[in-house]
Antibody
Framework: EVHLVESGGGLVQPGGSLRLSCVGS????????MSWVRQAPGKGLEWVAN????????YFADSVTGRFTISRDNAKNSVYLQMDNLRAEDTAMYYC???????????WGQGTLVTVSS | DVQMTQSPSALSASVGDRVTITCRAS??????LAWYQQKPGKAPKSLIY???NLGSGVPSRFSGSGSGTEFTLTISSLQPDDFATYYC????????FGPGTRVDMK
């Protein structure tokens, strides 16, 4: 069974940084693109970033380009989201998701909450 | 950018009802569309991919159809477990979700 577990969320001041982690199990991690998707409180879903199987290609939503970076360590079955220069509007539940062929998401983690506030 | 809309934004239905949700794209996305179900406080769950393909373990009462710019998600006979919010998502050009349709109990 596919399992994704996020960690690293918390309360951070505007302008601060946070690094989220996601560990995958139950599948061949190195064979899948991985994504981060977020959901602000009471709002809809927003794709944030994704990364190719070997880490060589990365894509970002316009709203986070230049502030967020995505990376992975296939030896640790992990994908990371480094978030810098955080803003209040980055407050959200952040989900790790496994990409299915073409760009949908077939498995999701339970999420980790990021709150940006002074 | 491809923009996604859903209609209705919310609906009330009873167990056993047939429910249909529509998703429209601002330009053609071929069949690059997925549907997700989300319950309050929970992560989304994959239902449909490539417009009409049922995800693993998804009950057969769920079905998807459409191509180009107009798509539908149909629940043939609504069950108590189906009260939730449903999102469409295009992946033809980057990834964009629709605003969601909340299905609640009449």
């Amino acid at each position: 069974e596919v399992h994704l577990v996020e960690s690293g969320g918390g309360l951070v001041q505007p302008g601060g940084s946070l690094r989220l982690s996601c560990v995958g199990s139950g599948f061949t991690f190195s064979s899948h693109w991985m994504s981060w998707v977020r959901q602000a409180p009471g709002k809809g879903l927003e794709w944030v970033a994704n990364i190719k199987e070997d880490g060589t290609d990365k894509y970002f939503a316009d709203s986070v380009t230049g502030r967020f970076t995505i990376s992975r360590d296939n030896a640790k079955n992990s994908v990371y989201l480094q978030m810098d220069n955080l803003r209040a509007e980055d407050t959200a539940m952040y989900y790790c998701a496994r990409d299915c062929l073409g760009g949908c998401f077939d498995n999701w983690g339970q999420g980790t909450l990021v709150t940006v506030s002074s | 950018d491809v923009q996604m809309t859903q209609s209705p934004s919310a609906l009330s239905a009873s167990v056993g009802d047939r429910v249909t949700i529509t998703c429209r794209a601002s330009q053609s996305i071929d069949s690059e569309l997925a549907w997700y179900q989300q319950k309050p406080g929970k992560a989304p769950k994959s239902l449909i991919y490539k417009a009409s393909n049922l995800g693993s373990g998804v009950p057969s009462r769920f079905s998807g159809s459409g191509s180009g710019t107009e798509f539908t998600l149909t629940i043939s006979s609504l069950q108590p477990d189906d009260f939730a919010t449903y999102y469409c998502q295009q992946y033809r050009t980057y990834k964009m979700f629709g605003p969601g349709t909340r299905v609640d109990m009449k």
